[in-house]
T-cell receptor, first 108, second 112 residues
Framework: SQELEQSPQSLIVQEGKNLTINCTSS?????LYWYKQKYGEGLIFLMM?????EEKSHEKITAKLDEKKQQSSLHITASQPSHAGIYLC????????FGAGTRLTVKP | DTAVSQTPKYLVTQMGNDKSIKCEQN?????MYWYKQDSKKFLKIMFS???????INETVPNRFSPKSPDKAHLNLHINSLELGDSAVYFC???????????FGEGSWLTVV
């Protein structure tokens, strides 16, 4: 089965700083999804990448899928406390599998 | 309107009891899922249903049984609850088995 490894496991940044979260797959990614989870809430879909080299942005969050389609990165520019939460990458090859998540804390 | 809704949100019950968690989606999706998130926040798929057929059943104890009366509902029934069943259970749905998955807000189950 496809394994997804996320790094770092946790991240604490000062408000206003940029940050990057990585997701590496053991197999080629045919659909890579990024979700965000706030404590006590469900998963919110952020974006989905399919093509090698694809890049998508939503507000201050940018996600990229590398050309070989085995790694994705999520970049947040000028982080805010509202960005805090757990970010999960997921791969959907007929069933959605998730990485272990990256817990982001943004200090005001 | 909530797209994927599940009830109850919180459930505290004793070991050995039987409980159900209900899930409904109003997105017109044809595939629904149940995921379990443990205390370490690992999110693992338990079941998925496509057009009333179970298409994935991971190594889940048979005390867990999904029931789908129609394609808008996928309920999770758990028999003889154990302490290790304590977790957050998420219902989800997608337009197809390879499509974007939308999650409910989760059901926090605590077995005491």
């Amino acid at each position: 089965s496809q394994e997804l490894e996320q790094s770092p496991q946790s991240l604490i940044v000062q408000e206003g700083k940029n940050l990057t979260i990585n997701c590496t797959s053991s197999k080629t990614l045919y659909g890579l999804y990024w979700y965000k989870q706030k404590y006590g809430e469900g998963l919110i879909f952020l974006m989905m990448l399919q093509k090698g080299g694809e890049e998508k942005s939503h507000e201050k969050i940018t996600a990229k899928l590398d050309e070989k389609k085995q790694q994705s990165s999520l970049h947040i520019t000028a982080s805010q406390p509202s960005h805090a939460g757990i970010y999960l990458c997921g791969a959907n090859n007929n069933d959605m599998r998730f990485g272990a998540g990256t817990r982001l804390t943004v200090k005001p | 309107d909530t797209a994927v809704s599940q009830t109850p949100k919180y459930l505290v019950t004793q070991m050995g009891n039987d409980k159900s968690i209900k899930c409904e989606q109003n997105l017109g999706h044809d595939t629904m899922y149940w995921y379990k998130q443990d205390s370490k926040k690992f999110l693992k798929i338990m079941f998925s249903y496509n057009n009333k057929e179970l298409i994935i059943n991971e190594t889940v104890p048979n005390r867990f049984s999904p029931k789908s009366p129609d394609k808008a509902h996928l309920n999770l029934h758990i028999n003889s609850l154990e302490l290790g069943d304590s977790a957050v259970y998420f219902c989800a749905s997608s337009l197809s088995s390879g499509g974007t998955i939308y999650f409910g807000e989760g059901s926090w189950l605590t077995v005491v």
